[in-house]
């Protein structure tokens, strides 16, 4: 069916950031897809909540490091709404491992980060290119962090990840317009059960201690703060295309 509401991809939106920047758009009359790979029931409960601010959700299970998902989950968003207006390409994986430990990093681990992280959003942004030129306004939004652009990261496998994913934002703005504008957000530390989990609660809890000391603005990012600046993008920016914006209380000037 064809729906007067716009509509939204957000991968990886079962929790965190993800899940933040779906309730977002939801609350700005955007019909989400609420994308995940294991976290079921937190997807639901996603729904659940883009629900709740009026707006409708479609459920999807999908690896973005496979095309056949990628392709699947906009013809699925098509086929329940008639359009897609913005993907934001939020879904990444990691390996915690010191960066000066070399040997702890192998060929399969850059294989599996980069599959997810770089190769996940070219294939979800060419999945979804024909619907979003239709649209007219397109806008395709990456989810990358500082790690891309001053080498600081939970592992070098990292980090290499998402320099990719910013040289590829700029690569695709050229070619997705006029019809589409492609930028990317770069993090710093956020608040989210991936660090936590990451890290280990201890260091979790020592290292955003030292970076809230650390930084201008005396704070890090919670996931709401990157929800606000991908609705920038999305709702405004009509004339930025191929930037790369840096969400984190000022660590970079000081890092």
């Known amino acids: 069916m064809k729906s007067s509401n716009k509509v939204a991809i957000v991968t990886g939106s079962a929790t965190g950031t993800g899940a933040a920047i779906a309730i977002a758009l939801a609350k700005k009359g955007y019909n989400v897809v609420i994308n995940y790979t294991k976290s079921k029931t937190e997807a639901e409960e996603t729904c659940r909540l883009v629900e709740d601010a009026g707006a409708q959700a479609l459920l999807f299970q999908g690896d973005v490091s496979k095309d056949a998902d ?33 040997e702890d990093l192998s060929f399969e681990d850059f294989q599996d980060i980069y599959a997810v992280n770089t190769i996940g959003p070219f294939q979800m942004s060419r999945a979804c290119a024909p619907h979003l030129k239709q649209s007219g306004k397109g806008r395709i ?3 990358s962090s500082v790690a891309g652009t001053h080498g600081h990261g939970s592992s070098l496998a990292y980090v290499a990840s998402k320099g990719g994913l910013n040289s590829m934002t700029k690569g695709l703005a050229r070619v997705m317009g006029p019809e589409i504008t492609v930028n990317a957000i770069c993090p710093g530390m956020i608040e989210t059960r991936w660090l936590r989990e990451g890290w ?18 005396k704070k890090v990012a919670q996931p709401e703060d990157i929800a606000d600046a991908v609705l920038w993008f999305i709702e405004g920016g009509a004339l930025v295309t191929g930037e790369l914006l840096i969400v984190d209380g000022g660590m970079h000037l000081v890092s």
């Open 70 to 102: 990628c392709r699947a989950m906009a013809a699925a968003a098509v086929e329940k709404w008639g359009r897609i207006d913005a993907l934001v390409n939020n879904a990444g994986r990691t390996k915690f491992v010191p960066h000066q430990d070399l």
């Open 200 to 217: 280990g609660e201890e260091n979790y809890e020592k290292n955003r201690a030292a970076m809230t000391r650390k930084v201008p603005l």
């Open 141 to 143: 939004v990456m989810i």
